[in-house]
């Protein structure tokens, strides 16, 4: 509003602005249509940094003729539907003010916001966004920052979170115990408390953070075992960008990143550290092997006037325990926190939608994003499908959850809510969704979507708490594929690898490294913004195993290692080809991973035996991450994952990048691989062959980091060679790669390149995570297109 007021009043055209809950509403008196074209031209030039236009519609409406040019009070209209927009990290002039010691009430004041910065959808209770629906609705602006808010010249005119040291916000530093501790300057004082090593929890704008030295191991270390958390990596926020390229690696597109609005958490390579004399540099602990560190940039005031007080890098991990959510209440933080924290920065704007930090990183010259959460969501996918007023509701998956409302031409993905499995993180599962429903003003819900296993959370929340005639249940990995096909608007047939952990397969089998053909059916012919229902053909997965007592064998990769051990000691016994002296199983591993003695006792590879002969209480399963498991554990990387993929983490990282060679793979099929036009395409990709060649490796004493590369350079050329076959026999040349294991950069770069060589068109998760984040954009999607045809049974029954 206050732009378009600028911009018309400069141009001394008439009429009025408005909000309303559907967008931006004016009124104007034009010459003619000419005059027209070349205003709403002008909006879309000259627009502010921050917005975003989706679409300007305008018609021709008799004799209304006005005076001036006025800003109306907000309208709330029918139709509830408007795009909202996440929070935005403070611009600069802010920062100016902030730093000012002339400007008496902003000088380090840490609310300080504008039209342009601040919080937004953290703070909305509902729309259209207006301050008395905010949580700022208790704060009366002073008569100065009245002044501001009502003045159209000014940066702050109708920010509605606009505060000043004299009426807004204000900041307390308590103890453990939520005791105030009477300070003139509590950031100050945290910054000496840092310092010295104390561990303090900041409410930051999603939710609290937890703030320690990054450059002091021992607080590191100590940080770890009060949360709980001995080894996912920390993020380290860092004061500006010269801090950061004294550590770590950034290019000019992560740089970008870095200073976005958005202020996400950015994947960077680490410096080799300098020895000089008192250098100080990074704590070990922060992320241990990993090449990658994950560093962000101040994104409020706080932050901004936090680092004016220190010069070292701090840690700013997310305000929980382990993987529940990040805590936003001050009572909650200090109940929850109390035991992590030493201190607590707190204040008194209430946080009403818990978001964490987003983490990205760049691939192939774009961002992908990990975790989307602050400063993306909840701003919506566009989809090349409309679905009119309808409204889907996608669940999402049990892990990395996020869900999904599809409306008109827009997927709306939640931020990233997490595990489902913990109650406090079902309970922001249903409190986020009731907020979303809110605030985008969702009434009915005309379908839900949800993944096909029954005792997933998401699944039951979906089934129980929503009322809905059509029901959707939609197989993991084909939503994987479906949400590649939604934000790339693909509507031609692919050949589609949609690697991951786990998720329960059409069979009841739990699968992981499916390929599929995929697309419209034969039989459709597109077209016409027609998307044709999109049919899934599962051409091949690796071979069958059992895993050992099923989720026990997830968290602990040394055992689904034992299985792979016993199919190889199995075949050799078979062939004979094992030394005499080795006829039992356990003799065989100890004698081939020597280790293996401090990981697991004879009793247990025994058990295991006996869970892998009879199928106990042990899914079969074709999972690609158990791949990565088991090479990671026989390699003496990670027996027992602390965190979800941490063995295939630790497995990418220790690999040396130089390194071209490779393993030798077999494609198996009992038709025949790939034979042309053939109804059982089905193949089977030997797993257990590759593992082999590792083995003979570890024996031959080759550098694990050798083995690494190899092991993902034949991951490479597989996809590579299928990928040319079947190209060969069906023509497809577009190729999806989805799922958790894509978020290997060394196998995505690594295949990107030579698909893309080869003229291949490489799709893949920009927008949404490529992890189990993704999933509800892909479940809505296939809603939509069954809604759209009419395909599905149950639903032609029910219409
Ligand atoms: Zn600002
Ligand atoms: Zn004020
Ligand atoms: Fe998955």
Redesign the pocket.
């Known amino acids: 509003r206050p732009f378009i007021w600028k911009l018309f009043s400069g141009l001394g055209i008439n009429g009025f602005v408005t909000n309303t809950t559907e967008g931006v509403y004016i009124e104007l008196n034009a010459k003619n249509d000419g005059q027209l074209k070349k205003i709403c031209e002008k909006i879309i030039k000259e627009k502010p940094e921050q917005s975003m236009i989706e679409s300007i519609n305008f018609s021709i409406s008799k004799n209304k003729y006005f005076n001036d040019f006025k800003i109306l009070p907000s309208l709330e209209s029918e139709e509830r539907f408007q795009l909202i927009s996440p929070d935005i990290a403070t611009c600069n002039k802010c920062i100016e003010d902030i730093k000012d010691i002339q400007n008496k009430r902003r000088y380090r004041y840490a609310f300080t916001n504008c039209t342009s910065c601040g919080p937004r959808f953290t703070i909305i209770k509902k729309m259209p966004y207006d301050r008395k629906n905010t949580t700022m609705a208790k704060f009366i602006m002073c008569p100065d920052c009245k002044k501001e808010y009502e003045n159209p010249f000014d940066r702050r005119f109708h920010a509605q979170p606009n505060a000043c040291i004299k009426c807004g916000p204000q900041l307390v530093l308590t103890d453990s115990s939520g005791s105030k501790i009477n300070v003139a300057n509590p950031i100050k004082e945290v910054s000496r408390l840092l310092g010295q090593g104390k561990i303090v929890a900041i409410k930051s704008l999603g939710g609290f953070q937890i703030a320690c030295s990054a450059i002091d191991n021992l607080t590191v270390k100590k940080l770890r075992e009060r949360k709980k958390r001995p080894l996912k990596p920390f993020a380290v926020m860092f004061k500006d960008m010269e801090m950061v390229k004294k550590y770590l690696n950034a290019t000019i597109l992560q740089q970008q990143s870095l200073q976005s609005p958005a202020a996400p958490v950015v994947l960077l390579k680490k410096k080799k550290r300098t020895h000089a004399k008192n250098n100080i540099w990074l704590a070990e602990s922060i992320s241990f092997y990993n090449k990658y560190e994950g560093a962000m940039l101040p994104y409020t005031p706080l932050h901004h006037l936090l680092f004016k007080e220190t010069d070292v890098p701090l840690i700013m991990t997310s305000g929980n325990i382990s993987e529940e959510p990040i805590a936003s209440g001050n009572e909650e933080a200090i109940n929850k926190l109390k035991n992590i924290c030493d201190y607590f920065l707190i204040h008194d704007r209430d946080i009403y939608s818990k978001y964490d930090d987003s983490v990205l990183k760049i691939a192939g010259g774009k961002q992908m994003l990990i975790r989307r959460a602050r400063g993306f969501a909840p701003y919506p996918i566009k989809l090349g499908i409309d679905v009119g007023n309808r409204v889907i509701f996608a669940a999402g998956?049990n892990e990395k959850n996020t869900f999904c409302f599809l409306t008109k031409n827009y997927a709306i993905l939640s931020q990233h809510i997490g595990d489902l499995d913990s109650t406090d993180a079902f309970d922001f599962y249903a409190a986020t969704y009731k907020n979303y429903k809110e605030v985008f003003g969702f009434e009915k819900t005309d379908a839900i979507a949800f993944d096909k296993h029954p005792d997933y959370s998401s699944t039951r929340f979906a089934n129980k708490s929503i009322n809905s005639h059509i029901k959707i249940p939609v197989q993991?990995?084909k939503a994987?594929i479906a949400s590649v096909i939604a934000e790339n608007n693909l509507n031609k047939k692919t050949l589609a690898f949609s690697w991951?952990?786990?998720?329960l397969g059409d069979d009841g089998k739990i699968w992981?490294s499916e390929i599929f053909i995929t697309g419209p059916p034969d039989n459709n012919t597109g077209g016409n913004n027609n998307f044709g229902n999109i049919s899934f053909k599962r051409i091949g997965h690796l071979k069958e195993k059992i895993l050992p007592g099923g989720e026990a064998s997830i968290k602990n990769p040394y055992r689904m290692a034992i299985a792979y051990l016993y199919e190889i000691f199995k075949s050799l016994n078979n062939k004979k080809t094992l030394a005499k002296s080795l006829n039992s199983f356990d003799e065989y591993v100890f004698s081939i991973l020597p280790f293996y003695k401090n990981i697991i006792s004879t009793d247990e590879i025994n058990i295991l035996k006996i869970q892998i002969e009879r199928g106990l209480n042990s899914p079969c399963t074709t999972s690609m991450g158990r791949f990565f498991d088991s090479v990671s554990s026989v390699l003496n990387l990670t027996h027992i994952s602390s965190y979800e993929g941490e063995a295939a983490v630790h497995l990418e990282n220790i690999s040396d990048e130089k390194i071209e060679s490779f393993y030798d793979f077999k494609l198996s099929s009992k038709a025949g691989y790939p034979k042309e036009n053939s109804p059982d395409l089905l193949f089977e990709i030997d797993d257990f062959y590759i593992f082999m060649q590792v083995l003979k490796d570890i024996e031959k004493k080759v550098h694990s980091s050798i083995i690494s590369s190899r092991f993902h350079n034949t991951l490479a050329n597989m996809i590579f060679s299928i990928s040319s076959d079947i190209r060969k026999k069906t023509g497809i040349s577009a190729i999806i790669l989805t799922?958790?294991v894509f978020q290997n950069s060394i196998l995505i770069e690594n295949i990107q390149k030579k698909l893309s060589f080869n003229g291949f068109g490489v799709y893949s998760n920009f927008k949404v995570p490529v992890?189990?984040g993704g999933?509800s954009l892909g479940q809505a999607y296939i809603a939509a297109i069954e809604l759209l045809n009419n395909t599905n049974a149950a639903i032609k029954d029910k219409l």
């Open positions: 998956a993991h990995h994987h991951d952990g786990t998720g992981g799922g958790g992890n189990d999933i």
